[in-house]
C-alpha cells in the first residue's frame, strides 16, 4: 500500500457554522492561542453536512464511539471510530478516522471516548487537488468497554448508489465541491463521502480491477455497468464514470489469509466489510476486516490471428520500461507473447525502450542490447529474427524515468517486409517529407517530427519510417504522448475535473495532424498508419485534434464499444493505446489483444494493439 504524505494544514475554521446549526456546544476556553474546546460533540456534528468539517482546527472533547478498524501500517497510522447513535441526516457520515502516528493501543469493539482536535488532511497534499479526510488528531483516547459489537455495516448496493457521478463546482470556487452540502441520493460521490470512514459492506462482486503490487483490487456493485464480455467495466465517455467501482483493501494481512491474487472477472464471493477510507491512489476505499472468498473465473489471455500472406500486421506494444539489465525472465515472457498472442506480426511499434545502463542516470543514450536481448529472445521463441530501427534521443531529454531514456522503435520481419532507410538521422534533425517520383518520401527514415517543437519538451518524439511490402510503400508514425501523470484524479475536489496534461497532448497531435497533412499532400493516396501509447482516450480531445481533416481515423473504433480498452485503471477499463489509418488503409481488421491489463500478473501494463490489411 503506498504510504501516505505528511498530514496537510487545516481548513479554516467554521465553528460559527456549527453552533449555530446546533450541531455542537461551546465548553470553557482552551489554552492560549488555541481554539476553545467544544464537549458533547458526537461525529456527525464533526463530520458536518459538507466535505469540510464544521469543527476543522477545534479541539473536541469527549468524542464517543465504537472503534470498527485499526491501521498499524504505512505513515497513516490510527483507527476507525463510528457513533453507534446516528442522526437523521443522510448527508452526516457517523465514522471518523483517528489518527495516532504511531501504532494504536486500540482494538475493534472497543467503546472509547477521545479528546483531539479536527483536522482535515489530503491525501497526496493539496497541490494534487484531492478531497480532504476528516480526521481527529493529537488524541487522547480514553477505553470505556471492549468487546462490542461494531455498528452495523451500510450496504452499499447498485440501486444505493447514484448514476450520476458528482456535482459541479461553481467559479467562484474554483470549481471546488468542497462546500457543497452533501446529496447523497444524486451522486456518487455524495453517496461515498456522506459514509466517509464508517463501517460499510458490499455482497459478492465482480472484480474489475486486477489486484496490485500494493494488494489492492477493485469491485464493482453495478454488475450491469458498462460490463465487458471479459469481465472489466469499459470507460465510454466523460459522463459515464462507471459509479459502481469500489477499491479494496485489507486491514491486516497474514501468511494464513493473505490478499487475494485476483483477475478482472473473478468475483468476491459474499460479504467484504470493513471501514470506508480515502486516499491519494483510489478514491473511496473499503479497508476489508472481512473479505469475500475469491471465486476465479479462468481469465485467459488473449491470441490474435496470424495475418494472411497478402495481409500486412502491424503492432504497438507498449513494453513498461524495458531494460538491459531487466531479469531474463521479462525478456522470454514479452518474446513468447509477441510470438504466441501477437501471431508474430510483421511490423512492431515498441514504446518505453530504455538505454542499454536501464534507470542509472550514467549518460548512455545507446539502447543497443536491450533490442539485442529483445530479439534474440523472440527468435529463441520461435519467432522471426526482427531487425531494428530507431533514433537514439539526447540524454535525460525525452521524459520516462530518470536515466532511462525510453524511445519509440520499429521492429521489423526483413522476411515479409522491407525497411526504406533514408539519410542518417540524429535526435535533433527533422525528418520531412519529399515526393519521389510522384509518390511522397521522407528525407530522414527513421526520422523524428520536429524534435524542436515546443510541444515534444520532456517527452518522446515521434518516430516516422517508411516501410514497402508487396511493392506498396506504408509509412508507420510511432507515438508515446506525454502521460496524465499531472492531472487530478476522478475523485478530485474539483469537479468536473481539470485534465491539465492535456494541453501538450493537444500540441502533440496537432503536430502529428500536420506531418500526415504533408505526406498526404505529396501523395493523397500515402498509406499511413498513426500509432503507439496516445496517452488518452479515443472521445478525447487529442484524438479529435490528431482526427481533425479526416485524415486519420482511430481503428479501435471498429470494435464494439465495451470491447474498447487496452489498459486498466482504477477499475475502468479504458483506451489509451490506438492505431490510426489514413483513407488509403482500407479493409482492415483490428484486434485489442487482451493479455496485460486484466491480470494480476503482467508483462506490461498495456496491452498491444494490432492491425491488419491488404496494402
Request: proline share 6%.
Amino acid at each position: 500500500m503506498p504510504a501516505s504524505v505528511p498530514r496537510s494544514a487545516a481548513v479554516p475554521t467554521l465553528v460559527a457554522l456549527a453552533l449555530a446549526a446546533g450541531l455542537i456546544v461551546a465548553a470553557g476556553p482552551a489554552s492560549a492561542g488555541t481554539s476553545a474546546a467544544v464537549a458533547g460533540v458526537r461525529i456527525h456534528g464533526i463530520q458536518g453536512n459538507t466535505r469540510i468539517s464544521p469543527l476543522v482546527g477545534t479541539p473536541v472533547t469527549n468524542v464517543p464511539g465504537i472503534v470498527t478498524g485499526v491501521r498499524a501500517y504505512g505513515s497513516s497510522k490510527g483507527f476507525w471510530l463510528q457513533d453507534p447513535k446516528p442522526d437523521n441526516d443522510a448527508a452526516t457520515s457517523e465514522g471518523v478516522f483517528v489518527y495516532t502516528s504511531s501504532n494504536p493501543t486500540v482494538a475493534v469493539g472497543d467503546s472509547v471516548t477521545v479528546n483531539a482536535t479536527v483536522s482535515e488532511f489530503v491525501p497526496g497534499g493539496a497541490a494534487a487537488g484531492g478531497q480532504s479526510v476528516t480526521e481527529l488528531t493529537a488524541p487522547k483516547v480514553t477505553v470505556v468497554s471492549s468487546g462490542n459489537k461494531v455498528p452495523a455495516p451500510v450496504q452499499i448496493k447498485a440501486k444505493s448508489v447514484p448514476a450520476a457521478y458528482a456535482p459541479t463546482g461553481t467559479p467562484d470556487t474554483g470549481n471546488s465541491i468542497n462546500g457543497l452540502r452533501l446529496k447523497p441520493r444524486d451522486y456518487a460521490l455524495d453517496y461515498y463521502e456522506s459514509l466517509e470512514s464508517m463501517n460499510v459492506s458490499v455482497g459478492t462482486s465482480r472484480v474489475v480491477g486486477a489486484t496490485d503490487a500494493y494488494d489492492e483490487l477493485w469491485v464493482t456493485v453495478k454488475p450491469q455497468e458498462n460490463n465487458a464480455k471479459r469481465g472489466g467495466t469499459v470507460y465510454g465517455s466523460y459522463d459515464s464514470q462507471n459509479t459502481g467501482r469500489l477499491q479494496i483493501q485489507q486491514t491486516a494481512l497474514s501468511t494464513d489469509s493473505p490478499f487475494p491474487t485476483a483477475n478482472v472477472g473473478d468475483s468476491l464471493k459474499g460479504t467484504t466489510e470493513g471501514p470506508l477510507d480515502f486516499n491519494q491512489f483510489g478514491g473511496y476505499t473499503l479497508v476489508a476486516r472481512t473479505l469475500g472468498t475469491l471465486v476465479d473465473k479462468g481469465l485467459k489471455r488473449e491470441t490474435t490471428r496470424a495475418q494472411k500472406d497478402g495481409e500486412l500486421a502491424v503492432a504497438t506494444y507498449n513494453v513498461e520500461n524495458l531494460a538491459a539489465d531487466d531479469p531474463q525472465s521479462k525478456f522470454d515472457s514479452l518474446a513468447a507473447a509477441v510470438v504466441k498472442n501477437l501471431s508474430s506480426p510483421d511490423v512492431l511499434s515498441l514504446e518505453e525502450i530504455q538505454d542499454n545502463s536501464g534507470a542509472t542516470d550514467d549518460g548512455t543514450v545507446s539502447a543497443t542490447e536491450t533490442v539485442k536481448k529483445f530479439t534474440e529472445a523472440i527468435v529463441a521463441a520461435g519467432g522471426p529474427a526482427y531487425e531494428w530501427r530507431s533514433v537514439d534521443p539526447e540524454n535525460d531529454k525525452d521524459g520516462g524515468e530518470p536515466g532511462g531514456n525510453i524511445r519509440n522503435g520499429f521492429l521489423f520481419n526483413p522476411e515479409r517486409v522491407s525497411f526504406v532507410d533514408s539519410g542518417t538521422a540524429d535526435a535533433t534533425t527533422p525528418t520531412a517529407v519529399v515526393t519521389k517520383g510522384g509518390k511522397a518520401g521522407l528525407t530522414l527514415s527513421p526520422g523524428r517530427i520536429d524534435p524542436a517543437d515546443p510541444a515534444w519538451q520532456a517527452s518522446r518524439k515521434p518516430l516516422v519510417g517508411e516501410f514497402t511490402f508487396r511493392g506498396q510503400n506504408v509509412f508507420l508514425v510511432s507515438n508515446h504522448f506525454t502521460s496524465k501523470g499531472g492531472d487530478e484524479s476522478l475523485t478530485a475536489q474539483h469537479q468536473p475535473v481539470p485534465r491539465s496534461s492535456e494541453a501538450q497532448r493537444l500540441l502533440q497531435a496537432q503536430a502529428v495532424n500536420s506531418f500526415v497533412k504533408d505526406l498526404h499532400k505529396a501523395d493523397k493516396n500515402a498509406q499511413v498508419l498513426v500509432l503507439g501509447d496516445l496517452n488518452d482516450f479515443q472521445f478525447s480531445n487529442t484524438v479529435k485534434a490528431l482526427t481533425k481533416g479526416g485524415l486519420l481515423t482511430s481503428a479501435i473504433d471498429s470494435l464494439a464499444p465495451l470491447e474498447r480498452y487496452t489498459y486498466v485503471y482504477q477499475g475502468n477499463s479504458q483506451v489509451l493505446d490506438q492505431i490510426l489509418t489514413s483513407p488509403a488503409v482500407e479493409d482492415y481488421s483490428y484486434d485489442s489483444v487482451h493479455i496485460n491489463a486484466e491480470f494480476a500478473q503482467q508483462d506490461s501494463d498495456h496491452d498491444p494493439q494490432v492491425l491488419r490489411f491488404r496494402p
